[in-house]
């Protein structure tokens, strides 16, 4: 199993530019979340998907589209970038229960945007 | 606000001594709460978790306690190896609402540094 993968691993924008990251996982998870890392900053929650067609926003989800088509599949736009979402991307699966542990998100590896 | 706090930006501490994490929270509807471990260049992964039900949950070197009146976890880690050295997170859920399935609150992190 590979878990949970991201594409790309780093990128550079220009301001204004458009992208769309990828995520995938093989776990068969219900729930896929998108988060984004700035230094000294903890994760903070973007967008986040329930379930196959359904998407909600998270904390931060100002400049961002997403779309979850495809169960394993969860994709994060940017339409028209800005400096401010320089950042590091992490996505991240999950079912709500495994074993004894609730909501252990599985995380992929990230993706490295800087927009100049 | 910062509803998740983690007040130390590093801890070092000497290989084979006792590493203690500490985190703060203000929201009184979290009632799961987990640690995570991360990397430089990696996704965070899942290290243990704790309900609010519980007061101490223990896997092998690492016990999470949890002081509810307090509003306040730590992991202990012990013996710290130079593997655990890593930046930890501190997550909360709120599973009252939609089931949990909106998601992880993270803490800024806590750079824990083991000297040989």
């Known amino acids: 199993n590979a878990g949970v993968t991201q594409t790309p691993k780093f990128r550079v924008l220009k301001t204004g530019q458009s992208m769309t990251l990828l995520c995938a996982q093989d776990m068969n998870h219900e729930y896929m979340y998108w988060y984004r890392q700035d230094p000294g900053m903890g994760l903070r929650l973007i967008h986040y998907s329930v379930g196959e067609g359904t998407t909600a926003k998270g904390e931060v989800p100002d400049g961002y589209n997403v779309s979850r088509l495809k169960k394993q599949n969860f994709l994060l736009g940017l339409e028209s970038a800005a400096p401010s979402q320089t950042s590091v991307y992490f996505c991240a699966s999950s079912n709500l229960f495994r074993g004894e542990s609730y909501n252990e998100q599985f995380f992929g590896p990230g993706t490295r945007l800087t927009v100049l | ?116």
């Not at chain 2, 593997?83 to 824990?112: E, I, P, Q, W």
């Open chain 2, 1 to 116: 606000d910062q509803q998740v706090k983690q007040n130390s930006p590093s801890l070092s501490v000497q290989e084979g001594r006792i590493s203690i994490l500490n985190c703060d929270y203000t929201n009184s509807m979290f009632d799961y709460f987990l640690w995570y471990k991360k990397y430089p260049a990696e996704g965070p992964t899942f290290l243990i978790s704790i309900s609010s039900i519980k007061d101490k949950n223990e896997d092998g070197r690492f016990t999470v306690f949890l002081n509810k009146s307090a509003k306040h976890l730590s992991l202990h880690i012990v013996p710290s190896q130079p593997g655990d050295s890593a930046v930890y997170f501190c997550a909360a859920s709120d599973n009252s609402g939609r089931g949990g399935a909106d998601g992880l609150t993270f803490g800024k992190g806590t750079h824990l540094i083991i000297q040989p």
